[in-house]
């Protein structure tokens, strides 16, 4: 007996290869939290164009040192933490979203 395969919506395969990239995550872990085989998601991001990683600057930066930071560097990891946590915001969104969609296919 042979499998069928899953179908999913443009929306979301655009979403989860913007996700994959912006996160900087490999593809596996993302593709374990989406729900959906890496082979899937690689074929997505390699069909966008996205399979390079992108490396963020501030993560590419040394780890921070005991020593006191000055007013500027405070400001410049606060304002890092922000873009952060605002990425984080909006994965966690979608993943929601995600798990709404996967739950409603399986009824």
């Known amino acids: 007996m042979q499998k069928k395969a899953k179908q999913y919506s443009k929306e979301f395969v655009t979403r989860s290869v ?10 596996a872990a993302v593709a374990r939290d989406l729900d959906v ?14 399979t ?18 000055s007013e500027a560097a405070m400001q410049a990891e606060v304002e890092r933490l922000k873009r952060e ?7 966690r969104d979608f993943l929601k979203k995600a798990a709404a969609f996967f739950a409603q296919q399986s009824k």
């Not at 390079?52 to 930071?69: H, Y």
Request: proline share 8%; charged share 35%.
């Open 85 to 91: 946590l605002e990425e984080v915001k909006k994965e």
């Open 37 to 50: 085989e890496y082979a899937t998601l690689y074929g997505w991001m390699k069909k966008a164009g996205k």
């Open 18 to 27: 913007e996700m994959t990239f912006e996160s900087g995550r490999p593809i």
């Open 52 to 69: 390079k990683v992108r490396i963020d600057a501030a993560a590419a930066a040394a780890p921070p040192t005991l020593a006191p930071k």
